[in-house]
Structure formats: structure tokens, C-alpha cells
């Protein structure tokens, strides 16, 4: 299961998924896509050890912003990863 995050003002749309591993090591991907004439961009990061698992696309300065994005959110994408998402009333 994923779960939407937040879309930037270029398009990348940020998702993540549920806690995965929850036995041993608790997990989070974190997807970054966005739409292009060719297809999409698309970079996947894991949390908590921000492990880079791909990047297709985004410069090494946009993965620096999405690594500092990801310092300063992983508290809150592992709380809505356990609850079932961003639940907006």
C-alpha cells in the first residue's frame, strides 16, 4: 500500500509506503515522481537509513533537497505510514 504525501510546485509527487519489516528493522520507501515529455522522474528512497534504492532523472541537487526534505519529515512519514496515510478531514 502507498500513501500520498505532498506535491511539489514542479510536479514531484511524494508517496510512501507502510511500515514494512515490522518484525525486525521498520521500514518506509519513499517515492518521488514527476510527469516529463518522455515519462517520469522517479527516485526511491528508504527509511530510517536513507538509503538512495534508485534515482531516474532528478539532478544530485534535487536529490539533496528530497535527502534534507526526508530528514526533517521521516518522523512524520513513519507516523502516517503506521496510521494509514496523511488522514485530512
Known sequence: MVYEYINFPDGTEVVHTQILNEDKNPTVE????????NGFDSARCELPNYKWLFNEGYSDEEISFFNEFLH???HLIFRYAATGGLQIA
Open 30 to 37: 519513499v517515492h518521488f515522481e514527476r510527469p516529463t515529455s
Open 72 to 74: 526533517h519529515n521521516a
